[in-house]
């Protein structure tokens, strides 16, 4: 088994992650993306860790579960936690990021360390009959396609290529595991200029913010929303208004899909034109729910509210939450143009609809992220099925520590079942019939000794012994 260096494939957030703490314990890395040669067809530019759904890396409270993970790989020193903190954008109690900013200082950490190694190329299999490659026995240099099978045979491999892995190198991945992927999908929101959007009606304010104004009067609370945090852009609709943009949505036309992405959608991406089909009030309930705001133009709470989050540091472009979609780019901007505020709205990025794919981490992973039967080779990220930007960074810091573990010929780390590290990686590893994509939460942590019925607190207490656990792993490790 080769040990000058352990292969990283994939420069998304897992990868990322993984690279920069492999080289940290001044272990070289080979690190294999394939932009700009190819894209995905959610990616758009060269740079690592490209945010293509929400910019938000979601809760900083430590009574939210992802708040708590965050607050793990912070402890654990993460790269990429520690580069969200640095180029945050305003978004109430949610880590919010400046896509742009962020993949720059991801990309700048990995190209100036000098024992990572960027190898720009697409890993293909030998398996993938278009490229003709079976029984191939060339050498890699800089003119031969880089084969997965080579890849994997005498090297410690990290395989964190995400949700979009190219058909070729997705077919070697099946072969390696001898199991079919799975498929589901996942939507990314449109993104719309601030100046475009029309604030004789749209005003700013976070949920349930709105209603301090009952201990004010209309005018003071007008006053104070001028001056107050402006993360959030809301959009309120009447009765007739909401009413006649659902019925246009279900109705709009949608990007066709393939056969082969004809899969089960995965219910926490929903795509709204989806959820607006189950009903006339889903939406009302979901993503649009009036609760927490009330309308300065008539003090009242409106009967559905839209809401747009900061996308950048600037405060230029706002995202659309909820609004992850597959119309037709022409159809977004027609329904959504019905939405008040929206009437002349200029897009920047229309949502867009794309495959994802996960293996079956449960019959394949240890809760070390590295294969059963093929040790040496490690999976990290939303190919694993732990869904999320935090919940990715997270896997790539425990596949990268347990490759350093196997370099140096040390006994793996399994994570503690009381942290919010351990358990995600014991539910991708864990037998299931019924295995989907999962999000960090307080329900696969372990049970507290006593009950407590009070939510808040017990997430808090939950949380104080999470941090507490991942503390004494980093002193022991540090020392």
């Given amino acids: 088994m080769n040990k000058d260096y352990i292969v990283v494939i994939g420069g998304g ?64 020193d993460s790269f990429l936690i520690k580069t969200a903190d640095k180029v945050q954008v305003p978004a109430g109690q949610a880590l919010a990021v400046d896509r742009d900013e962020f993949a720059k200082e991801v990309t700048r950490l990995i190209e100036s360390n000098e024992n990572i190694e960027v190898i720009k190329k697409e890993v293909v299999s030998k398996y993938d009959d278009s490229i003709k490659a079976k029984g191939s026995n060339k050498k890699e240099d800089d003119n031969d396609k880089i084969f997965f099978e080579d890849l994997i045979e005498d090297n410690i491999v990290i395989i964190a290529t995400g949700p979009l892995t190219s058909d070729s190198l997705s077919i070697g991945i099946k072969h390696l595991t001898g199991d079919d992927s799975l498929y589901f999908f996942d939507a990314a929101s449109p993104i719309i200029e601030k100046d475009s959007i029309d604030f004789d009606i749209a005003f700013y304010g976070n949920r349930y913010d709105e209603e301090k104004k009952k201990e004010e009067s209309i005018e003071e609370w007008k006053e104070r929303l001028k001056t107050q945090e402006k993360s959030y852009i809301n959009l309120p609709m009447k009765k007739q208004e909401y009413e006649s943009f659902v019925n246009e949505l279900i109705n709009a036309e949608v990007v066709m899909l393939h056969d082969f992405e004809k899969k089960e959608i995965f219910e926490g991406c929903m795509p709204v034109e989806i959820m607006a089909g189950r009903g006339i009030d889903t939406l009302r309930f979901g993503p649009l729910k009036p609760m927490g705001f009330d309308d300065p133009r008539t003090g009242k709470r409106p009967y559905a509210v839209v809401q747009l989050r900061q996308d950048n540091k600037e405060a230029d472009l706002y995202n659309m939450v909820g609004f992850q979609t597959n119309l037709k780019f022409g159809e977004q901007k027609r329904v959504f143009s019905l939405i008040p505020g929206l009437q002349n709205a200029n897009y920047v990025k229309y949502g867009v609809m794309h495959r994802n794919t996960f293996i079956n981490s449960t019959k394949l992973l240890n809760n070390t992220y590295n294969m059963k039967e093929k040790p040496n080779v490690f999976f990290a990220g939303q190919i694993t099925g732990v869904e999320g930007y935090v919940e990715s960074i997270s896997s790539g810091m425990v596949a990268s520590l347990n490759a350093i573990r196997q370099i140096e010929d040390k006994e793996k780390i399994a994570f503690d079942d009381e942290t919010m590290i351990g358990c995600l990686a014991n539910y991708i590893s864990t037998p299931n019939e019924k295995f989907q994509p999962m999000n960090a939460n307080f329900g696969i942590l372990k049970e507290l000794d006593k009950k407590i019925k009070d939510k808040k607190l017990k997430y808090t207490q939950l949380s104080e012994r999470s941090l507490e656990k991942i503390k004494n792993f980093k002193t022991s490790v540090d020392n």
């Fill in 13 to 76: 957030l897992a990868g990322s992650e993984a690279a920069l703490q492999i080289a940290k314990q001044n272990i070289k890395v080979k690190l294999y993306e394939m932009k700009p040669v190819k894209f995905s067809p959610a990616h758009s530019n060269s740079n690592f860790a490209e945010i293509v759904c929400s910019n938000s890396f979601k809760s900083n409270l430590l009574t939210n579960a992802c708040g708590l993970l965050k607050e793990e790989l912070r402890i654990l």
